[in-house]
């Protein structure tokens, strides 16, 4: 096994929501969409050698199941994705770090019974919808289960979504006394952005390509400045954007960003290594890494 010092972890990965007519905080316009998106995405991955943790919807786990068992397959992980205002019948209509301990557990749980019976096995990564959590998330995830979570957009400054991360660690980092390794989406932390306002970041449909280019470019090098021993570049998407149709902006931005990133590997000589967010966490404790 290469030193870790020296390598790259290049996470993709993908929320998964309802269609939008359930889906107050936004989704694709059809479940249609929505298999296209997917299936563009595992494509033009899996051309790459990359791989991708998704992160699903209870109800877009059901209504996908058949091929996100076939993604399995692959050995792309399928993590739990949750936005409150989505699930069910709607009756949830706050974001997820405006509820208590209790409520989040309450909520959560069936969650991810729901998940779990429509796939026939459970997740161990999550993430929050728009990043909305409190101090009260990490410990019920861990009550529930969960080694692994992408909580978070650092710097990310949305106090309506109940999402502010301006002093948030960047890194891959365990949480507190907790077994849950924290794998944050990459952002510029160079830029304390206004209120109600994102960081750079690398999320596909934020920015134009030479925008996530730039990210890119300050993020390696800064890994590489900082000596971070666990370094990792996440990128994030969603399943609103039809990656089949490869006339698509986003599709083209996918492409060149993935060349983009090996390019800029290559010039720091580091190793680059495409992985899972659960995957990370399993190479982190087998080597011991205190971070």
């Known amino acids: 096994m290469r030193e870790l010092d020296t390598v790259l972890h290049i996470i993709f990965t993908m929320d998964c929501e309802r269609i939008r007519k359930f889906s107050p905080p936004g989704g694709p316009e059809s479940w249609e969409l929505s298999e296209r998106a997917i299936k563009g995405y595992v494509r033009i991955l899996l051309e790459y050698d990359m791989k991708c943790t998704f992160f699903i919807v209870p109800e877009t786990a059901r209504r996908h199941r058949e091929l996100f068992h076939e993604i399995s397959d692959y050995g792309f992980e399928l993590g739990m994705h949750y936005h409150p205002q989505s699930f069910l019948d709607g009756k949830y209509t706050k974001y997820l770090g405006e509820y208590n301990y209790e409520e989040q557990l309450e909520q959560l749980s069936q969650a991810l019974n729901y998940w779990r019976n429509s796939i026939?096995?459970?997740?161990?990564?999550?993430?929050?919808?728009?990043?909305?959590?409190?101090?009260?998330?990490?410990?019920?995830?861990?009550?529930?289960?969960?080694?692994?979570?992408?909580?978070?957009i650092p710097k990310r400054n949305m106090p309506r979504l109940h999402a502010v991360y301006?002093?948030?660690?960047?890194?891959?980092?365990?949480?507190?006394?907790?077994?849950?390794?924290?794998?944050?989406?990459?952002?510029d932390i160079r830029v304390s952005p206004p209120t109600n306002k994102d960081p750079p970041h690398l999320r596909i449909e934020w920015g134009e390509e030479g925008a996530l280019k730039e990210v890119v470019d300050f993020w390696i090098g800064h890994l590489v400045q900082r000596k971070i021993p666990v370094k990792s570049v996440v990128v994030i998407t969603h399943n609103f954007i039809?990656?089949?149709?490869?006339?698509?902006?986003?599709?083209?931005?996918?492409r060149r960003l993935i060349r983009y990133i090996l390019e800029r590997v290559r010039y720091y000589d580091l190793h680059p290594v495409s992985l899972t967010i659960e995957e990370l966490h399993r190479i982190v404790d087998e080597l011991g890494v205190n971070i």
């Not at 728009?130 to 979570?149: C, D, I, M």
């Not at 039809?242 to 996918?254: K, P």
């Open 120 to 152: 026939d096995f459970r997740p161990y990564s999550f993430r929050p919808g728009n990043a909305s959590s409190n101090e009260y998330t990490y410990r019920v995830l861990h009550k529930l289960g969960f080694r692994q979570t992408s909580t978070y």
């Open 166 to 187: 301006m002093d948030a660690n960047p890194y891959p980092h365990h949480v507190g006394e907790m077994d849950i390794l924290e794998v944050p989406i990459t952002s």
């Open 242 to 254: 039809d990656y089949s149709n490869e006339n698509l902006e986003y599709t083209i931005r996918l």
